[in-house]
C-alpha cells in the first residue's frame, strides 16, 4: 500500500496560474531598472572625475563598469524589459555615459541600442518566451538529460573540446508525456542546447563561444519537489525499471563507490578520459536508484509498459 501523498495534478493548469499572476514578475523587472539606475550614478561618477582631471585610484573601474553596463542592457532587452520612453530614456543615458568613459569597453559588451519602436515590438515576444518557461517549470514533471557538449577551442586550429553538461527539456504533465517528449526530441534531433534569443558571441575571442553540439546519455525525469522518477538511457531509448530491494539498492551503492574510487585514481594520474568513462559507467550502474517515494509506484510501472507497447508499434 501506497501512504505517500503524491501530488502530480493542479486544479488550475500552470498556464493559467502564470497569465494570473504574471505580476509577481513585476519585482524582477524592477530590480532590473534599479540597478540599471545605479549603473547610471556610477558611470556619472566616472565621468565628472574624467571632466574634472581627477585620476581614479581604480583603474579597473574605467573598463569594469561600462562593461558591465552593456551586458546589463543587453539582458534587459533579451528579457522584453526595455520597452518604455522612461526607461529607454534611462538605458540611452548610461549609454552615452558609458561610450563617454570607455567606448570600447561598451562596444566589447553591447553592439548599441536599437530604435525603441523595436523594441517595444520585440518586449511582448520576449515576454511571452518569459511566460512560457515559468508555465513549464510549474508542471508536475521536468525532463533533464545529462551528457556532454561540443564547444569551439579558443584558438580554432584546435576544433572543439567537450565538457560534462546538462539541458532542461522543460515539463510534462505526467510520466507517460515526459517519456514521449524525450522520444520526440530525439527522434528530431534538436536538443535544445542554445537559449533562445541568447547571443553567445564573445568579443574577447572573436568568435560564437557557444555549444556546437550535443551528446545526450542519461535521461532524467524528476518531480515537483526535485526528486529522481526514473531515469533512461537516451542513445538506445530506454528506461531503466527502479530498484525496490533493499538489498540490490545497497549492491548498487558498492558498486558505484568503487567505480568512484578508481575514478579518484585515474584521476590522480591524470587519466582524465579513463577517470570521466569510469563515472560514466558509474552512472548507468546506479541509474537505477530512484527517490524511496517513487520506487515501485504504480504510475512508474505502468508508464514502462506503456512506453514498450508504444515502441512495439
Given at each position: ?296 509506484h504504480p504510475e512508474v510501472l ?9 515502441r512495439k508499434q
Amino acid at each position: 500500500m501506497y501512504t505517500h501523498n503524491i501530488k502530480t495534478a493542479t486544479t488550475e493548469s500552470s498556464k493559467t496560474w502564470v497569465e494570473n499572476h504574471f505580476d509577481t514578475q513585476l519585482a524582477v523587472r524592477t530590480n532590473a531598472q534599479v540597478l540599471l539606475a545605479k549603473i547610471e550614478g556610477d558611470l556619472m561618477v566616472l565621468s565628472a572625475f574624467d571632466s574634472l582631471g581627477i585620476e581614479i585610484a581604480e583603474v579597473d573601474d574605467i573598463w569594469a563598469t561600462p562593461r558591465i553596463a552593456a551586458r546589463h542592457v543587453a539582458c534587459m532587452i533579451e528579457n522584453g524589459e526595455i520597452a518604455t520612453p522612461v526607461i529607454y530614456a534611462l538605458a540611452t543615458s548610461v549609454q552615452t555615459l558609458a561610450q563617454k568613459v570607455c567606448c570600447d569597453a561598451w562596444k566589447c559588451g553591447f553592439e548599441g541600442l536599437p530604435p525603441l519602436e523595436e523594441l517595444r515590438a520585440d518586449a511582448l515576444h520576449q515576454r511571452d518566451r518569459i511566460r512560457n518557461l515559468i508555465a513549464e517549470s510549474k508542471r508536475p514533471f521536468q525532463i533533464e538529460v545529462d551528457g556532454r557538449m561540443e564547444y569551439l577551442e579558443d584558438d580554432l586550429w584546435y576544433g572543439t573540446f567537450f565538457r560534462d553538461s546538462a539541458i532542461t527539456l522543460g515539463g510534462a504533465d505526467s510520466i507517460p508525456e515526459a517519456m514521449n517528449r524525450l522520444r520526440a526530441i530525439k527522434a528530431r534531433g534538436n536538443w535544445p542546447i542554445r537559449e533562445e534569443g541568447k547571443d553567445f558571441f564573445d568579443p574577447d575571442l572573436g568568435i560564437d563561444a557557444g555549444p556546437v553540439s550535443f551528446q545526450p546519455h542519461l535521461a532524467i525525469i524528476r518531480d515537483v519537489a526535485g526528486r529522481i522518477v526514473i531515469r533512461g538511457n537516451v542513445r538506445h531509448l530506454t528506461w531503466y525499471k527502479p530498484a525496490t530491494d533493499p538489498n540490490e539498492i545497497a549492491m548498487i551503492q558498492i558498486q558505484q563507490q568503487a567505480l568512484y574510487e578508481e575514478a579518484a585514481f585515474e584521476s590522480g594520474w591524470d587519466n582524465y578520459e579513463t577517470a570521466r568513462m569510469l563515472l560514466e559507467t558509474s552512472d548507468e550502474v546506479g541509474a537505477r536508484l530512484v527517490d524511496e517515494v517513487w520506487r515501485g509506484h504504480p504510475e512508474v510501472l505502468a508508464a514502462l509498459i506503456d512506453f514498450e507497447e508504444g515502441r512495439k508499434q
